[in-house]
């Protein structure tokens, strides 16, 4: 499983970065990034759930 961000939609709020830091970063623009290749699979549900909280839609787990 993969996650990923579009840096156009991110507004930097930072909730995916506090619901699965294992996952999410901030990158040098400021923004929210993936940080692992691949999810680990005990991080999916946090995963899931940062980009479920996303107010812009921006995260994509897949």
Do not use: F
């Not at 579009?6 to 507004?11: F, N, R, T, V």
């Not at 549900?45 to 897949?62: D, F, G, L, Q, Y």
């Amino acid at each position: 499983m993969k996650a990923s961000v579009d840096q156009d939609l991110c507004i930097s709020c930072g909730a995916c970065i506090d619901t699965c830091p294992e996952v999410y970063d901030w990158n040098d623009e400021e923004k929210a990034h993936a940080i692992v290749d691949e999810i680990p699979q005990d991080q999916e549900e946090s995963a899931k759930e940062a980009a479920e909280s996303c107010p812009t839609e921006a995260i994509r787990v897949s």
